[in-house]
């Protein structure tokens, strides 16, 4: 996969049960710490969720090679703890498996091409910042 011997970084845990939860949570911003972690391990490494290691890619190249070309290999992955309380609600697009993956992933392809996502930006960008000054106006 992308020829990279080397994909993660290992992070020392920050507990048996919580692993880095309790670092994000208590971070004034998740993505903040997250973008910490990325300066100072680089664009691909791993932290724990819990127990379970997850992979945090700011590699572009990385995840087009993923998402793009070795994308039959990379559907049902393991719940995560959104996963495992929204599993069960009825059908939505953020964890499927299986058949239900393919035909989503059949449908919804089209919709984010590079040309469709340029256009979108825009748009995208004006709700990000709307969403960040509610969270804002929100937390104070």
Not at 2 to 15: E, Q
Not at 30 to 50: A, K, N, V
């Amino acid at each position: 996969m992308c020829g990279r011997s080397n994909l993660a970084i290992t992070i020392s845990s920050n507990g048996i049960f919580q692993g880095h939860l309790l670092k994000l949570w208590n971070a004034p911003l998740s993505f903040e710490q997250i973008h910490d972690w990325t300066r100072r391990y680089g664009s691909i490494y791993g932290i724990f969720e819990g127990t379970h290691p997850v992979y945090i890619v700011f590699d572009v190249d990385f995840l087009q090679d993923v998402y793009i070309k070795q994308i039959s290999s990379f559907h049902s992955r393991p719940l995560n703890f959104l996963a495992r309380i929204l599993q069960g609600k009825g059908s939505h697009l953020f964890f499927p498996k299986g058949n239900q993956w393919r035909r989503q992933r059949h449908f919804i392809n089209p919709t984010f091409t590079s040309a469709k996502l340029k256009i979108m930006m825009p748009l995208l960008t004006k709700c990000i910042q709307s969403l960040m000054v509610k969270d804002d106006k929100m937390n104070g």
